[in-house]
């Protein structure tokens, strides 16, 4: 694979005839999923906090540990990058993302999560060095600088998009949670009681 790789950047240093787009378009989407594992989190963080009574520091390290497997893995990542081959490197990204995201849909408590965003992590930096390679030998001389201005917006799109979706999906839960049976009877039952301070102040002369 190492191989293949470099025989392939020796042809997109003589120049390319052609792009190929699929392949550039390929690898964009492999970004734009590395850029939802940062922005998945933040709209789910308030339901994290309530459900594994979470503080504000294990929120912080859940929401961050992605940035900090690219501040500890990222130059190693190219390293093994050029040795291993991009190709079986941006693979092993996408497989660890994935593994990381169904740990963490199962995870019961705040190590298994952490543990969860740790693969994510390693995940994302290895996805995201392997891409501007990838995306190097894919397009030719002519169309590597459109090609590279497409891939920069892997982050800003991937990340706002997981948000959207992130927030889309809790209020469509919340309401159908709200609108079971359940739900609603406890509802109105607060509501026609009152708050305890209403009800100390019916309760005052």
Not at 48 to 74: F, H, K, P, S, W
Not at 111 to 125: N, T
Not at 156 to 166: C, D, V
Not at 185 to 193: G, K, P, V
Request: hydrophobic share 55%; glycine share 12%.
């Amino acid at each position: 694979m190492a191989h293949e790789d470099r025989r392939a950047q020796a042809a997109g240093d003589r120049g390319l005839s052609a792009t190929h787009w699929p392949a550039v378009w390929a690898v964009i989407a492999a970004g734009v999923l590395s850029g939802a594992q940062i922005g998945k989190v933040p709209p789910a963080l308030p339901t994290l906090r309530i459900d594994l009574g979470l503080t504000l520091v294990e929120t912080g390290y859940i929401a961050t540990m992605v940035n900090v497997m690219g501040g500890l893995a990222g130059m190693f990542a190219g390293v093994f990058s050029d040795r291993f081959g991009h190709r079986r490197l941006a693979l092993a990204g996408l497989a660890l993302m994935a593994a990381g995201g169904l740990l963490g849909a199962a995870a019961p408590a705040y190590p298994l999560l952490l543990a969860s965003r740790f693969l994510e992590g390693a995940g994302f930096i290895l996805t995201t060095v392997a891409g501007v390679a990838l995306i190097a030998q894919a397009a030719s001389g002519a169309d590597r600088v459109k090609a590279m201005t497409l891939w920069s917006c892997y982050l800003p799109a991937g990340a706002s998009l997981a948000m959207l979706a992130a927030s889309i999906a809790l209020t469509a839960l919340a309401g159908a949670a709200f609108g079971s049976p359940c739900r609603r009877s406890h509802f109105c039952a607060l509501r026609s009681s009152g708050s305890p301070c209403r009800r100390a102040r019916r309760m005052l002369p």
